[in-house]
C-alpha cells in the first residue's frame, strides 16, 4: 500500500451505542475513557498548581486539552504494544499506567508514582532522576518522555524493528507533536520505518503551536510559522505510507483512527500516521503568555474540551446521567488529591544514591581478569614471532612470507595470526551465532561488508533480517539501536566515521546513556555502536578526528579502542555481551594490522589495561593505534638510548583503569600520555589527574610518586588536514615520542 | 471561609512578581480559571487566573507592588463573611513580605518576621522562633544535651524544654512561652552561638511551611536583632600577616619533585644535603638515592617516625574550658607572687578538739576559707576587679574552692563566706563538693568571686603557685602541713608548717596590699582562737 491521506474529520464519528452493538467497544470502556480524561486533567490541573506552590520544581509542559489522544490511543492498542512519548508526556503515562494498572489499588498507585516522579521523590516511577519530561514505565512498554524535541521518534522506529524482529506481533506507537516534524530525527525516522517496513503508528498530535511558532499560520501579527502545508499528515506521501487525520478532541475517533492504524501496522509490517487535530489549554510552559493565539482561538477550542465532547455523546446516546458523570468526575479528582497526597509525604531520594543506575554493574572474576593477562601476554609473544619471522623468512612474495610466518606461529603458539578487520568480524559472527538477538545496523553493513570490510561476509550467513542496510541517517541509526536494545535485542550500529557521530550525539547521549539513569535504572541499553577514527588516510578533517574525549564525557557510557587484532576481538566479544551501551572505535589505519589470536574463544574484560611492555625508567599511557607507536619508540629508546620504557594499553578509556596506570608510575616515575586526540580536556590531562588524586595502599598518592612533570602528546589543535606530510605532524609519531622522551629522562 | 490568593511561580526563574493590572476589586465575585491580576515576571507580562471561587474580600497589593511569589496578594471569601482588619485569620501576620524589618529588641520568642532579604524566607503566621537564650555572662555558645520536647508537644511557659551546657555548667533551658512544638532545629551534642533558633513553635492547629523550617536550619530567616551582627568597633581588626615557617627557612625554598620529597623521607635523607644533576631545575629521586649512596646527607638522628605517636586522649568540655579560661588568665592578667609559711599547729590542735563532736567534719581547707574571707574584710582592695579606669569591689565574699572531679576541674564559690562560722564553711563546702561531682552544679554556683582557695597538700605538694581565675583579683595555692623544727623562744621545736602562695593580679593590687593580706590570713591562722566556729 502506497500513501493515501483519509481525512475522517469529515466523516461523522460513529456513535458509541452503535459500536457497542458491534462489539467494538463496552459502555465499561466508554465510561473509563471519560475517567482517565478527568484523571489526566485534575493531575495537570494540580500539577499547575503545585509548580505554583514550587512544590513541584522543574519543567511543566502540560497536557491539559490534548487528553482524548494520549486515551483514544492507548485504549486503541494492544496489552504488549510499545509506545514512545513526548516532552508533554503525563496524558500518555497516565493512560498507559491505567491500560495495566489491574485494580483500583494499582490504578491509585500509578497515579502516585506519577505524582512523586513530578516532585522529584524516590517512589516516583523514576525514583526522581527523571522529573516531568522523562516520566516512563519500561516494564510495560512505556519507553518514556523526553526533553529532545522528536527525541524519541528514532528509539520507537527501534523498538518496532525488535517487536518485528522477536515475531511479537506487537506493534510501536511513537507519540509527538507537531513541533517536532521539522527536525531531522522526525525525517530519518519515518523514512527508516517506511523503508525497513517495521510495525510503527506515528500519532502527531498536533496542537497548533510549537512552543510559540504557529505550524502554519495564525491570525495574529508578528506571528511567524514553522511549516509551508497545514496538514502534516500530506508528508507521509514523502515515505509512500497510509495517512489518516482525526479530530484529536474526539476520543471515540481518535480510538477508532489509531484501533485501524494499528492493525494495519501489525497485518502489514507498514507505518501508518495519524495527525490528531487538538490544542493545549496552557501555554507550553508557565512562564508563556500565549500572545500567539488569539482569546477567540483559545475560545473556540475549549467549547470543544474533551471533557465536554464525549461527556455529551454519553448524555445523548443516555449511556449515562449527569450524576454518573459528576461520580466520574469526583473519583478522578479523589484520585489525584490522593496521589498529591502520596507524593507529599514520600521521601526524597538519598543523596547518597546520587550515581546509582548510571550503569548496569558488570564485574569480572580475578582469576577471569588473570587469565587474560596471561593470554594478553602469549598473544605479545606471538605476535613478535610472527614480524620476526616475516622479516627472517625468504620467499618471492609478500604473501607467500606471511602464510610461512603464519604456519610457524601456529606450529610454535597454536594461535592464528589475522588482521584488525578479520578479528571484528569473527567477534560479530561468533556472537551472532551464539545469541539471536544481536543484529547488525548501519550504512553498507550488508552487500558491501562494511566501509571497511569490517562486516565482510556475515549478509551471507545471517541474512538481511539480521545485517540491515540502512539510509545515510546516523541518528535515526543510533535512535534505533537504543530503541530496540531497550526492547531485548543487542544490535550493533555502525557509523562509517566517529567524526558521524556528531549528528547522532543526541540520540546516544541524551537515549542511549541516559535512559536508564533518567528512568530510575529500570531500563538497560545493551548495544554497541561500532566506528572508527584517527588520521592516516588523508581524508582531511570530517573524516579523521578523535572524538573520543566528548564521548568519555557522557555519564552512562562505556568507550573502548583496541590496538591489536587480539584485543580488537576480546574487546569487541565483550563490548557485545555488556548490558551498557559501548562505543566501539576502530581506527582507520590498522585494519591490516596483523596479529595473533588464541583458536578457542575468549573475551577480554572491559575496563581493564594491558601492560604491552615493560620498563622501569618511563610510563607511556596510550591506546588504539599510538600503541603501535609508543612500541616502535619504546624499542628505539632501548637499543639505542638506555632508555626502558614501559608502555601501558588503556583498552577501555571509559572506564579508566586508572590502577595499572598508577602501578606503573609508581615504579617509574615519569609519565607520558599519548593520544592522537586533541588535549585540551583530552585523555592526557585526564589521566594526569586521576593520577594525581590516586590513593596507593601506603596513603600515597600517584602526586607523590612523580619525579618529573607529566607529558601529554596528543594532536595539534587543528581541524586534521588532508595533505600527508601536515597530517602526519599533526599527532604523536614513533621519532616524537622518541625525542621528547630523552628530553624527559 | 476565607483564603489567601498568593502570587504564583509563573516560570521557573520566577521569584517576583510586579502588578500591573488588577481585574478585580472588592465584592467582585471571582471563578475558577477567572483572570484576576496582570503580572509581570522576568519573562513576560502574564494573566494569572483565579485558583478557586469566592468573593474578593481584601486587596493585599496595589497596582505597581512588586511582591515576592508566594506572598498573599488577595483574600477571597464568602459573600458575607467579615474579615478581620488585618486581613484573613491567616493573614493577620502575614503582612506582604515588604514589611519593614523588625527594629526592637527581640524577645527569645518573637513572632518571626518576613524578611526583606534576598533569598530568606518569610515567616509564617503565628510562628514564634525559640532562641538559644544567653545562660550567663560569658557564655558565647551552648551545647544542647538533651531534648526534653518533640514536635508536636504543647508546653507551658518556664517548662524546662532542653538541657544546654554552656561554657560554665549543664542548665536547664525553660520555655519562654507557650505554644505547640512545630519543629525542633538542633540535635543533642550540636553546639550553636547564643541567640540561634532551636526551635519553633505555634498555636494548635496552625501550619508551619518546611520551607520556613528549612530556612531557619539554613540560617536564611533574619535573626533576631538582638543577635546582634558585629559592629564596626566589634568586627576582628585585620590580623598582620603572621610569618610562615617556610618564610623562615633562610636557604630559600628548595625545588624537588614529589617522588624526591617521599624518597628523602623514606630514606631519612636530608633533601638540603642533596645537589641537583648539573643544569637541572629540581632535584631528583636519583638525586637523593646518590646523596645517600656517598652517606653524607642522612639527617643526624632521623625524625621520628610521625605516625609512631601514642595514642589520643579526647578533651572533653570542662577540659576545653579550663584550657580557655587559663590561656585567657595568662594572657590578660600580669601577675606577682608571694610566698609565706605559715603554723598550723594551734589550727591542728583546734580541729582535733572541735571534730569530736558530732556535726560535719572540719577540714584545714575550713579554716583556711574562713581566715581568707576575715582577710579580705579587712583589705577589700583583694576583692576588686579592673573596669576601664576605676576598680570595682564586691559587695559579698563568695570565695572559690579548686574541687577536682572525674570530669576534670571546677572551682564553684562558697557564698557569702564572710559571714559564714568554719562550721557553715564546712557544711556548704561538703554539700558544694557533693554537688561538683554529681554534675549539679548551677549558674550560680560559678559566677563570680574574689579568689580562689587551691589545695594540692594532700598530693603531698610543699608549694605551688596556682593561676588566677578570670573575673577574680588573686588565688592562693595551699600547700601540705608538714613537721618541721622551728627556732622559737630559743629553742627548737617541732611544728605544724604550711606554705600558702598568692597569685595576684597587679592591675587590681600591689604588692604592699597583698603582702598584708597573706600576712593578715598567716596571723588568723596562728591564732584561731580569733575566729572559732
Redesign the interface.
Known sequence: MAYSLDDRRKKPTPKIGDLIKKGVVTEAMALDWLRTIHEIRFFEDKVY?L????II????HLYAGQEAVATGAVAAIEMGDVIGSTHRGHGHCGAMGNKYATDAEARQMHWNRMMAELMGKETGYCSGRGGSMHIADVKIGNLGSTGIVGGNIPAAVGAALAEKHKKTGKIAVSFFGDGSTNTGSFHESMNMASVLKVPLVAVIENNLYGMSVPFCASPVEGAGCASNIEHIAERATAYGVPAMIVDGQDVVAVFLAVKEAAAHARKNNEMVMVEAKTYRWYGH?????R?YRTKEEEKEWRSRDPIIVLSDKLLEEGLATREQLAVIAQQAQDAIEKATQFGLDSAWPDVADLARDVYVTETYADNVVEAEKTAAANAMKATAAFEAAVDTITAKTKKEKVELAKAQVKEAFGMDVIAIKDAIIAAQAEEMRKDPSVIIEGEDVGLYGGAYSATKGLLEEFGADRVIDTAISEAAIVGAAVGAAIRGLRPIAELMYVDFITISMDQLMHNGAFNRYMFGGHAKVPMVIRTEGGVGRCIAAHHSKSLEPWLVNVPGLYVVMPSTPYDAKGLLKAAIRSDNPVVYIEHKATYGQMGAVPTEEYIIPLGVADVKRTGKDVTIVTYSRQVMFALAAAKELADKHGIDVEVVDLRTIKPLDIKTVADSVRKT?RLVTIAESFNMCGMGPEIVRRLIEYVYEDG?TG??????PPVNMAAADVPPPMSEPLENASIPMTDTIVARIRQMV | MAREI?L???????EEGTIVTCLVKVGDKVKKGDVIFEIE?D?????MES?GEGFVKKMLVAVGDTVP??TPILIIGDENEAIADGGSPAAAAAAPAVAKAASTPAPSTEAAKPAAAAGSVAAPAGARVVRLPQLGQTMEEGTIVTSLIKVGDTVAKGQVIFEVETDKATLEMESPGAGVVKAILVEAGETLPVNAPIAVFADEGTDIGQDFIDALRGGAVAAAPAAATPTAEQAPKASTPVPTAAAAVKDGRIFA??????TAADMGIDLRQVHPAAGAVRI???DVQRAAASGAAREPAGPAPRYNLGDIVPVNRLQKIVAERMLKSKQEIPCFYLNIRTDMTEVFKLRTKLNKGDGVKLSFNDFIIRAVAIALKHYPIMTGQLDGNVIQLADQIDIGLAISTDDGLVAPLIKDAGSKTVRQIAEYGKALIERARTNKLTLDDLEGGCITVSNLGGFGIDAFIPIVVPGQCSILGVGRIADMCMPIDGNIMVRKIMNLNLSVDHKVANGADAAQFLDYIKKLLENPSTFEE
Open positions: 498548581d509548580l505554583g506552590q514550587n520544581k522543574g519543567a511543566s510552559s508557565r512562564s508563556d503568555p500572545v616515575g600515597r602526586f607523590d610518586y612523580l619525579d618529573a | 498568593k504564583p511561580q509563573m516560570g521557573q526563574t520566577m515576571t519573562k513576560a507580562t502574564l494573566e485558583p511569589v508566594n619533585s614529589p617522588r624526591a620529597k617521599t631528583t629521586a636519583a
